[in-house]
């Protein structure tokens, strides 16, 4: 919260837009959102879904990750081939992704809930330790080995014993319990936390907002990739934005009656302030290498921020809906006066 | 569609191709379809999201409102022409390899199109290591983006306007 505070200048701002905004027809405001999400399925989500993640290793020593998870973009190719490549001791480029067809790879669960990195990485990661231990076993190599010993070790193996590959299941970890019955407990092993600031103009003759400036502060355990990670937050915090400012889902009959670009209005390269993303790094002992989810958290914090902001740039309370449509808030700006 | 058809010449990515297409096809189902250019993408198919675009003699265009009939003996220019051009060789252009570089791509369907508004600003600037971050937003506003939040987009572009591979 102080970094956060520091790094949007919050209180001088504050004090600076209160005095600007008597003279000024375009009031300022500074806004500030603190959250969490859990990662994972809820509750025994993760515990009855028990996925599986399965890592064999080619006589060639080339390491391929078989999971069900999609990339979409978010990058889950790459951080599961650094989880393994780190896990391993081995290139980057020794690593390969199986295409997510369940037919060729376990079932590993979908591809939601802020569930990839923490969950499935995580057993990318033992199924690598597993790895790496048949072939201590087999005495095929030894605890610090160069990729070339790997890749002999691999070789070796599949000569003695065949194809050479391991799977890792889903086990809870031992302190997280959660009671379906009382629907009680602990509903997620582990959150991500974070505090986000958003300043915003609101011009008062046409009740326009916009977002001028935006940090996002996040603890998501230990980072695998930064400009992957930080990604996933711009994306989300500029899908923020549209939630809170501009996306407005009109229905009728059961039917959307806006689904077309021209309608639907969302964000723009001329909306969207740069968004600027810092992490504090709490490693989790139940993520690969410390990491937790990402992927939904970034949704959570704009609306309110902004919200939050909106409030302070005209002096009223109690702006409770979204989207903030400029109709909507002239409604309730003059109303107010 | 039904009813006659047209032989449409045209120079893409600097080789002559032509098309037996009806007069109102779209340009974009032509790039697709019959020259077999997927590279460009359709997003909305209505002109709002610039996933499709291109350049029409130098023109940066939206290929889903393009009818065939309009692009007789036109000079295009395409996502796969971007980095195949004699003009660079086989590398990528100074955009290409930012985007890599820097994260602006995700989900990949914004990708080529984002590119094309990039390489259109770059290219029609003089001196593009002048090309500030509000020229950035307006020339990449007509593009729409729902991964990245634009942020890595406008840094791989501002790192692009400083690199060889970019020089008009």
């Known amino acids: 919260m102080t970094q956060a505070l520091e790094r949007s200048d919050y209180h001088r701002k504050q004090k600076r837009f209160a005095h600007e905004n008597v003279t000024s027809p375009i009031k300022k405001g500074i806004g500030l959102a603190s959250f969490m999400h859990g990662s994972g399925f809820t509750g025994s989500g993760e515990k009855i879904l028990a996925s599986v993640v399965g890592v064999e290793a080619t006589s060639g020593g080339l390491v391929r990750i078989l999971a069900a998870s999609t990339e979409i973009g978010q990058g889950t190719n790459t951080i599961f081939s650094q989880i393994a490549a780190d896990t391993l001791h081995l290139d980057y480029d020794s690593i390969e992704v199986a295409q997510p067809d369940t037919s060729q790879v376990p079932n590993s669960g979908p591809t939601v809930a802020s569930r990839t990195c923490m969950i499935v990485g995580k057993l990318v990661e033992s199924a690598c330790i597993s790895l790496k231990q048949t072939l201590i076993s087999a005495g095929l190599l030894k605890e610090n080995y160069s990729p070339t010993e790997f890749r002999k070790a691999c070789s070796d193996y599949h000569q003695k014993f065949g194809p050479l590959k391991l799977f890792s299941k889903y086990q809870q970890p031992p302190q997280i319990g959660w009671d379906d019955v009382k629907y009680q407990g602990d509903a997620y092993g582990a959150y991500a936390w974070a505090v986000y600031i958003a300043e915003v103009s609101v011009d008062t003759r046409t009740c326009e907002v916009q977002v001028k400036d935006f940090v996002a502060l996040q603890e998501v355990g230990k980072v695998i990739h930064p400009i992957l990670a930080a990604g996933q937050i711009e994306g989300g915090v500029a899908q923020g934005i549209g939630y809170a400012l501009y996306e407005n889902v009109v229905w009728k009959d059961g039917r959307m009656a806006n689904g077309q670009m021209t309608n639907y209005i969302m964000p723009t390269a001329a909306d969207v302030p740069l968004i600027r993303v810092f992490f504090e790094e709490v490693p989790y002992a139940y993520g690969p290498a410390g990491a937790k989810g990402i992927g939904e958290l970034p949704m959570d914090g704009p609306a309110p921020a902004i919200l939050s902001a909106v409030e302070n740039a005209l002096g009223i309370t109690g702006l409770n809906q979204i989207p903030l449509l400029p109709e909507n808030l002239m409604l309730r700006h003059r109303s107010s006066r | ?168």
Not at chain 2, 5 to 28: D, K, S, Y
Not at chain 2, 74 to 99: D, M, N, P, R, W
């Open chain 2, 1 to 168: 569609m039904s009813g006659h058809t047209v032989r449409i010449e045209l120079t893409v990515n600097g080789q002559q191709r032509e098309a037996q297409v009806h007069p109102m096809t779209r340009l974009l189902d032509v790039l697709r379809e019959n020259l077999r250019l997927t590279g460009t993408k359709e997003g909305c198919g209505e002109g709002e999201c610039g996933a499709c675009s291109i350049f029409i003699n130098g023109e940066l265009v939206n290929s889903c409102l393009v009818p065939a009939i309009q692009v007789q003996g036109a000079v295009i220019q395409t996502i796969e022409g971007v980095s195949s051009s004699k003009k660079y060789g086989s590398k990528l252009h100074g955009v290409q390899e930012a985007f890599l570089g820097w994260g602006g791509a995700q989900c990949g369907i914004c990708t080529p199109g984002m590119i094309m508004a990039a390489v259109h600003l770059i290219e029609n600037t003089l001196d593009p290591t002048t090309i500030t971050e509000n020229q950035i937003r307006t020339a990449l506003a007509g593009n729409l983006c729902r991964c990245t939040g634009y942020t890595k987009i406008f840094e791989a572009v501002q790192k692009a306007c400083h690199l060889p591979g970019s020089k008009a």
